[in-house]
């Protein structure tokens, strides 16, 4: 029953992550209408139900472990027929992982996802900068100057309503001279990712 909670606990972070990607602010999927309701209010709304119900279960079989811990803690190191009170709490935990498991699965094998809006997202507040940070200090900088300098290029773009990859080299140059033409390759966000997903599989 320790193994179902730390087992419902991953699967409720994991709900948590589909009910956020799923909502407006986020778009980053769409979950299966087999695993949804519309609102009562908002006919457009679709209500990620699945996930909720996932999660909100969680707090069931944390329940049903407390229950459990409870009885034994006052027991001597011997069977007891306290412990018969361990069968329904088992079971009930074991119907909700096993339900959750199933509905989860069912959840990600038909969800779509939108890398489109993924990808608007991931250009959004200046992610790229550590990479402009990291660069600099390929080219020998300091990273207490490289730090500072990209805190600057940062000010000077949201000034501008632009994004550091929407800057002229001529711009970056006045920072510092030691960016290149090759900076706008290492802060692309299709490299970047790439990168990521390296390091990931290393």
Same mark, same amino acid.
């Given at each position: 029953?320790?193994?179902?909670?730390?087992?419902?606990?991953?699967l409720s972070r994991l709900a948590e992550e589909l009910v956020l990607w799923t909502s407006a602010e986020f778009g980053f999927v769409v979950l299966d209408d087999k695993y949804t309701t519309g609102?009562?209010?908002?006919?457009?709304?679709?209500?990620?139900?699945?996930?909720?119900?996932?999660?909100?279960?969680?707090?069931?079989?944390?329940?049903?472990?407390?229950?459990?811990?409870?009885?034994?803690?006052?027991?001597?190191?011997?069977?007891?027929?306290? @412990?018969?009170?361990?069968?329904?709490? !088992?079971? +009930? *935990?074991?119907?909700? =992982?096993?339900?959750?498991?199933?509905?989860? /699965?069912?959840?990600?094998?038909?969800?779509?996802?939108?890398?489109?809006?993924?990808?608007?997202?991931?250009?959004?507040?200046?992610?790229?900068?550590?990479?402009?940070?990291?660069? @600099?200090?390929?080219?020998?900088?300091? !990273?207490? +100057? *490289?730090?500072?300098? =990209?805190?600057?290029?940062?000010?000077?773009? /949201?000034?501008?309503?632009?994004?550091?990859?929407?800057?002229?080299?001529?711009?970056?140059?006045?920072?510092?001279?030691?960016?290149?033409?090759?900076?706008?390759?290492?802060?692309?966000?299709?490299?970047?990712?790439?990168?990521?997903?390296?390091?990931?599989?290393?």
């Amino acid at each position: 029953m320790a193994d179902f909670s730390i087992l419902m606990m991953h699967l409720s972070r994991l709900a948590e992550e589909l009910v956020l990607w799923t909502s407006a602010e986020f778009g980053f999927v769409v979950l299966d209408d087999k695993y949804t309701t519309g609102s009562s209010i908002m006919p457009q709304k679709k209500n990620p139900d699945g996930a909720e119900l996932v999660r909100g279960r969680t707090g069931r079989v944390y329940g049903d472990l407390f229950t459990l811990l409870c009885a034994m803690k006052g027991l001597p190191l011997a069977y007891n027929k306290d @412990l018969q009170e361990d069968k329904s709490t !088992f079971y +009930d *935990a074991l119907d909700v =992982v096993t339900g959750s498991l199933q509905m989860m /699965e069912r959840m990600i094998g038909t969800l779509k996802a939108q890398p489109e809006t993924m990808c608007k997202a991931v250009k959004k507040g200046f992610l790229n900068a550590t990479e402009v940070a990291d660069y @600099l200090v390929k080219k020998g900088v300091a !990273f207490r +100057d *490289a730090h500072s300098i =990209v805190g600057q290029i940062v000010l000077a773009a /949201e000034e501008q309503g632009k994004a550091i990859e929407d800057l002229t080299l001529e711009q970056l140059q006045q920072f510092s001279p030691a960016f290149s033409e090759d900076i706008f390759s290492y802060i692309d966000y299709d490299n970047i990712l790439s990168k990521g997903i390296k390091k990931e599989m290393l």
